[in-house]
């Protein structure tokens, strides 16, 4: 297999990540990209990015800069899977009863995360260019959105967070699961319960105050298994839906010779953020795939090594 990656700044306030996996003996390509969008010029050093990041959080003044808009999109040439997140401005907000002398502190005003699947079997299912709840203007007809995330600040409720997640429901459209809203401003004892999801409680960490909206009858079905066994990082998580769709996403870290790193217990998602000299692998699969998979390999190598900004291309490749 040969990996070929690139590193291009198409404007001052972004990058954008170029990857491509050739296999010769199946006569086979496996591609994608990785954008990130920010209000205002990042630094050319690509590696002190996440520093601006992680200002949009719980910032005790206003950031200077954030991001904007994130994008991850993979594809075989022939069926693909996008995951984009549109973040609104840092706002200031009390957080005092979250933790103590937390106080006021700066937090993304929304975060609206997307789900989108294309492809012929896609285009064949119900729901197809379906733009009911997606929040989106436009759909073309072989893309359907398979979930969609929304948490936003004081707009939908007043001085409120409010959590709303839509899935895929019997019909192939999206239906709002769950809607949540909380209020930083108050301690557990103060939040009468309510039915969460694992997302909830572990973004927050803390109390909700209202949950007026669940849906079992739409609740898709998750579960992890690790191919390779205990001590090996491959993770593989399966999500099946109301109408019977699957989506899957298993995560591998290889070294360029294609041996899993080995690691004390089973791998989990935060596994694949550790640093070192191998490769992220990401095998993606659907029922709506028609028997495909996309397969790409992507070497972080290229991010530690490309230090100015550029409008061409800063190639790195593996054979």
Do not use: C
């Not at 593989?236 to 769709?245: F, H």
């Not at 953020?273 to 699969?285: C, P």
Request: hydrophobic residues 35%; negative net charge; charged residues 25%.
């Amino acid at each position: 297999m040969r990996l070929e990656e690139y590193l291009l700044r198409p404007t001052d306030k972004e990058f954008k990540l170029l990857f491509l996996s050739r296999r010769a003996e199946e006569d086979r390509l496996d591609w994608g990209h990785l954008i990130e969008r920010f209000n205002s010029k990042i630094p050319d050093d690509i590696n002190e990015v996440g520093k601006v990041i992680d200002g949009m959080y719980f910032s005790a003044t206003a950031p200077a800069n954030w991001m904007k808009y994130f994008e991850v999109y993979l594809t075989n040439t022939v069926d693909s899977i996008k995951e984009t997140i549109d973040f609104g401005a840092p706002v200031a907000i009390d957080f005092s009863g979250l933790a103590a002398g937390a106080g006021t502190r700066y937090y993304p005003g929304s975060i609206d995360w997307r789900q989108i699947l294309s492809g012929p079997g896609v285009a064949a299912a119900a729901g197809a260019g379906s733009l009911l709840n997606t929040g989106l203007v436009s759909l073309d007809s072989d893309e359907r959105v398979q979930f969609r995330q929304l948490q936003d600040w004081h707009s939908t409720t007043a001085n409120r967070f409010t959590f709303t997640q839509w899935v895929v429901n019997g019909a192939g459209n999206l239906g709002v699961l769950e809607k949540t809203t909380l209020d930083p401003r108050l301690g557990s004892a103060d939040a009468p319960d309510g039915t969460n999801i694992t997302d909830n409680a572990g973004l927050w960490g803390g109390p909700f105050n209202t949950d007026p909206d669940y849906s079992a009858t739409i609740n898709p079905v998750t579960t992890d298994i690790y191919p390779s066994g205990p001590g090996a990082a491959d993770f593989l998580r399966r999500t099946t839906y109301e109408d019977g769709s699957m989506v899957s996403s298993r995560k591998l870290l290889v070294s360029n010779e294609g041996d899993i790193l080995r690691i004390p217990g089973p791998a989990s998602e935060s596994t694949f953020l550790k640093e070192g000299s191998f490769n992220l692998e990401m095998v993606i699969d659907s029922s709506l795939f028609q028997g495909r998979n996309i397969d790409v390999l992507f070497a972080p190598e290229i991010l530690t090594q490309k230090k100015d900004a550029t409008t061409t291309a800063d190639s790195f490749a593996i054979d």
